[in-house]
């Protein structure tokens, strides 16, 4: 029976029937349907514009999966090419990514090509930091990266090989990434790195690698001054003389120490040639005591 102007497909903008379809409409096998319920079925799709969910986006950039309604500050989740903002302010990173909150830091955890990395930012809008990644170097072997330069372990022939690796007991938070010091006084220098960070119980953590005697080395010498070296929450409350592993020197080669003082400056002592070896130093240290 042919449609009567009384009863029509669609009245106004509103399907009056229960569903539209292709003569060869078969559900799940063959045709197309769109129903008056709002659900549809097709074949194939092709969308030139910008697909919408509830809370997901997936437009020319990539997909963008959100914590409800995508808005600043709830993207939990990316697929793209390439690294951008989405139009909720949201900083993404490109390969598959996940975002979320770990210590009250925001983390990401990306995986782009044959590397898995963790950043973290400051806020949404980014920009993100690399903390640390793991590498696959193509020959079967897993690298263990830090982003401050330094290498924390390598997996060969299944055994873990670990450098650098900061252990530290589960606490109320995670600890926080590495800081690195200023510039170094009276010659000394770091070929490797000097860095510090809060642990996840409240207590600094220092790590110095290839520290190299300067021009002065006579004890009590200031080879970071206060405006160079700890920030007064990294301070401790009193003067702290630690010692390290040094070569070159003479004596024992743990006779050589780096104190740190109240006003955020760290001292020498022990030392007795200048520009010559190397010192390391990787301790924990209490600051509220």
């Avoid at 951008?84 to 990401?108: M, R, S």
């Avoid at 938070?173 to 119980?201: D, K, V």
């Avoid at 010498?221 to 020197?249: E, F």
Wanted: glycine share 14%.
């Amino acid at each position: 029976m042919g449609v009567q102007p009384g009863n029509p497909l669609v009245g106004g903008i509103n399907l009056r029937i229960p569903a539209i379809q292709s003569p060869n409409y078969v559900a799940g096998v063959s045709g197309w349907s769109v129903r008056i319920d709002g659900s549809a079925e097709f074949n194939n799709l092709t969308i030139r514009g910008q697909f919408e969910g509830t809370d997901f986006v997936i437009n020319s950039s990539g997909a963008f999966f959100y914590s409800g309604t995508p808005a600043a500050g709830n993207l939990t989740a990316s697929i793209t090419n390439a690294a951008g903002t989405d139009a909720e302010t949201n900083a993404y990173l490109a390969g598959f990514t996940t975002y979320g909150t770990v210590g009250g830091v925001l983390t990401a955890v990306q995986i782009n090509g044959s590397t898995l990395r963790w950043s973290t930012a400051a806020t949404e809008a980014g920009p993100w930091a690399g903390a640390s990644e793991i590498q696959q170097d193509g020959l079967g072997n897993l690298i263990l990266a830090s982003m401050f330069g330094a290498t924390l372990g390598t997996v060969v022939n299944d055994q873990l090989v670990v450098q650098n690796i900061v252990p530290y007991q589960p606490g109320t938070s995670s600890p926080e990434t590495w800081h690195a010091l200023g510039s170094m006084s009276a010659g000394w220098s770091a070929s490797g790195h000097a860095q510090y960070r809060i642990s996840a119980e409240g207590e600094l953590w220092l790590s110095f690698k290839d520290i190299v005697p300067g021009t002065t080395v006579a004890d009590g010498t200031v080879i970071w001054s206060a405006a160079n070296g700890l920030p007064a929450s990294y301070r401790p409350a009193n003067n702290r003389r630690i010692l390290c592993y040094s070569t070159g020197q003479t004596g024992n080669v743990g006779g050589c120490a780096f104190e740190l003082e109240t006003d955020g400056s760290i001292q020498c002592y022990g030392f007795t040639k200048t520009s010559t070896g190397r010192a390391d130093l990787y301790a924990l240290v209490p600051i509220s005591e």
